[in-house]
């Protein structure tokens, strides 16, 4: 009796394969947990049982014992073995004990991808190609429905060719890491699985959505942290808010009119800058030639006298300067445009100037960085991204506007089926008629949880150790055989670009022959980084500039020890290109 | 030993509260797994233990066993007790078995969530006013971390006075409902942690959205399922989508010069339609002046003769009529526009039909109910929220198109940092460039997951159950004393719209007078629903019907006893205004 009560107590579960097999031999699956795997054993006089094959399903043909037997039969509400299926779960009646054992076994799949998420001894991609991933599953949807086991397999597979993105090694992309409590949010925010729009289904998180924006707007230097913002699915959106609002701001009646009531709008930004403001341009109906990109220096950052000449330039066209878009932390290079500077010749010239630190505006965060926005305090608006540098699960993004009214006046359509003028609390609440969308899906709660858990501190300790790290790596490969610097000088962000040159190039005069090889040796070690999967990272040519590693940290998993394994491993798979 | 070693596994976990705390006497607190408890009883000859407790954090004072003691530190890695904070989890060294605990500590507050979210006895929401939430709680941002035990505490806190959605007796919004297999799959998702723009860096995620996109394409009626498409944050940015690629194929070069390089664009949609369509025309710059309201007829559906007739109207004024947005399922009354005569129609004129299926989409998934969408394959694009009746977590929402390549031309930027030509991949999965987004969520999983769970036919039984009990409503209420049809006739979907008149204002002949007080008997029943927590119902005016009741169900958890409580809440909350 004992052994069968803890069988079920544990997630000792049997099922069957279908009504043909025998049922005195049906397959038992025992589902491992490590350490309950232990007690078990103990219970059992079990010895030598390899850790290894905890948390998997093992699958023994047995004959069973009654008891247990009994257990799991009663664990499914009655149903015989071979009809485990998703209609027994919750809310199904009775349906407790097996969704708790489905949620449990799942839950221990993701256990185990986190565990090796941070093994550096695991690689960061299990690479394949697209038809071969595609062909050799069977990933197509049926009319009939599937056993839980085949739903926990597709999670295992799933996860097996998934890219470890909280992975030591991963730094392909802006947003890497993989933060404990943010995932424990989001698994929280799931299971609330509520939408933003009104106070009256989403009571607590409306309330974190205020507290978390007046609090941003004041790390921005907003006094008291007044003004405006919203949470977006993501940078190229909170951007599009921007110049949408800025329009509206200039001429409202284009809400009601559109573009032809009013003059043609120029917009500026820099070379450098995310394609997103070009995008928004052309979606908004000003067009992608209503954007001119202003020239920078050799670091990236934007030439404020360049900025000026331009819209001198569009005025004496007859056309609208309505719109600066500076970046704080350019997506290649890293680079902080001069704020202060921008923030001069916007007030002079009457333009809306919104501040792009999606990847920057972590730094806000860091009294050692934050003066490289000095200046965004001086922004009509202000793009940060908390899942780039900060480390937020996806997606995360903020549009901070310091006038309050506008994303409303600009947005609203008084839907009287959600925003009901009648309700019996505060309607300022009710923030779903600020935004684009209709339904907006919660990303307030993870943001706000990691906040509690590492305070500000936290998040300044884990920005400045990525920003340690780059320095180092920079410090590193700056006088190394087979490394060039795209640019010289330290990094103002974590990006970090370079060139990897092979002994072969390295000593070919011609510029030209020069070019046309190196700029097939970033692309050919990607290649083969993917192939052993070893560690991710980025590379794109910028300008005239031909294929370059860039390099970021934010991963707060990363060490020196993980910048010295990527500088190893380029010229390990480079070396012979 | 054998104690000790138990409770190690089985999470007990035990941490000081802070330094000043006489190690002595340190709080144990237990981590109560139902039947680990019972086991945890069962190995210490404990009995009569109260199972309401199990699961939750039960704190009590207690002389520490020095085998316990050792045990812990050893599962906090080293770490003594009262340090129990974040900076112990992974990816910090051995940080295992404290984030394995606090991630399993977590998983009981959420399987108590759900258990909780589908009892009946319990409230659907415990509603407090937005100030008495922000001032009962402390919920700011400081610069100091918290405990874990702060951060589980918070986690309880926000979930106490969240809207349990899942409630069988939620009735709210068009998505209701918590599917077991789509929650399993959003919080892989979240382990997961990755964005849909490259191939490179979700591979599973992008074939998985390839697969489902086609399967829904062929549901469509597209032949082989041709096509292409994107999940989208949501309907309202889907039907913004499918403006900004009709306004782009009629004229493409409105992508790089604006709208003031093309003529006055018309778009049309029926009064009932979402408000979407008129804040995407205000958006992308074409102005609500050009979205022209179509009369429907008493059940919300549009008149097609009023739809050419105003066509026609536009065509004489000069402007160009290049968008007719249909609705399969209305927001309010659930109506189905009669699709094949507005596909003649938009042939006729050369006309971008979109279909709005935000809300009906799922009846493609029903033999009985699909028939309501007939012509829905002659739409150019067509707007899907599974997130809705289907039952998907939130968010999921799709735009189909019928034209191949025409998402990716209209938005795409060729970001060479992101899209880069020369990787070794067939680079068609590269989707980010078809999006407005640059990083998009990855919103497939959960409904590919489902789908294979369920099959076709699992959702078309919980479909087809959802509108036989709008049904069953609709019987039950029709002739009832007290309520009156908002219109006549079975509902189109699932969504029964009715007044219910308190006896006060049943034999008021006055016409105005009865108005004046039955717009106000709505709101008030609806303050007293949520102030008691039993159900929430929305509610609304709609052109010049007062405020009525729109019920909808979408939630596979309601039955027919359901409806029944429902009916009579509302006779018990509004039978003495």
Known sequence: MLESTICTLIGISRSGYGSDVDIDSVCVVLVLREGILEMYNILNGIENVNPEQSSTLVCTETTENEDIDLEWQRAISGQTPGSFSPSYLLPADSGEGVTFAFLEQLMDILLQYILKS??????????????????????????????????????????????????????????????????????????????????????????????????????IGWPGGCGDGIFSPGGAISNMYAMLIARYKLFPEVKEK????????????????????????????IGMDGVVLIKCDVRGRIIPSDLERRILEVRQKGFVPFYVSATAGTTVYGAFDPLVAIADICKKYNIWMHVDAAWGGGLLMSRKHRWK???????????WNPHKMMGVPLQCSALLVREEGLLQSCNQMNACYLFQTDKQYDLSYDTGDKALQCGRHVDIFKLWL????????????????????????????????????????????????????????????????????????????????????????????????????????????????????????????????
């Open 118 to 219: 941070f093994d550096r001894s695991t690689k960061v991609i299990d690479f394949h190609y697209p038809n071969d991933l595609l062909e050799g599953f069977n990933w197509e949807l049926d009319e009939q429905p599937n056993t839980l086991e085949d739903i926990l397999m597709s999670c295992r597979t799933t996860l097996k060719y998934a890219v470890k993105t909280g992975h030591p090694r991963y730094f392909n992309q802006l947003s890497t890491g993989l933060d404990m409590v943010g995932l424990a949010a989001d698994w929280l925010t799931s299971t609330a699985n509520t939408n933003m729009f009104t106070y009256e289904i989403a009571p607590v998180f409306v309330l974190l959505e205020y507290i978390t924006l007046k609090k941003m707007r004041a790390m």
């Open 258 to 285: 559109g573009m032809a009531a009013i003059p043609k709008l120029i917009a500026f930004t820099s070379e450098h800058s995310h394609f997103s403001i070009k995008k928004s341009a052309a979606a908004l109906g």
């Open 373 to 383: 926005l000095n200046g965004v305090e001086r922004a009509c608006s202000v793009t």
């Open 450 to 577: 990691m906040w509690r858990a590492k305070g500000t501190m936290g998040f300044e300790a884990q920005i400045d150790k990525c920003l340690d790290l780059a320095e180092y790596l920079y410090n590193k490969i700056k006088d190394r055989e087979g490394f060039e610097m795209v640019f010289d000088g330290k990094p103002q962000h974590t990006n970090v670009c370079f060139w990897y040159v092979p002994p072969s190039v390295r000593y070919i005069q011609d510029k030209e022959e020069r070019r046309n090889l190196l700029m097939k040796v970033a692309p050919q070690i990607k290649t083969r980084m993917m192939a052993f999967g070893t560690t991710m990272v980025s590379y794109q040519p910028q300008g005239d500039k031909v294929n370059f590693f860039r390099m970021v940290i934010s991963n707060p998993a990363a060490t020196q020890e993980d910048i010295d394994f990527l500088i190893e491993e380029i010229e390990r798979l480079g070396h012979d290109l």
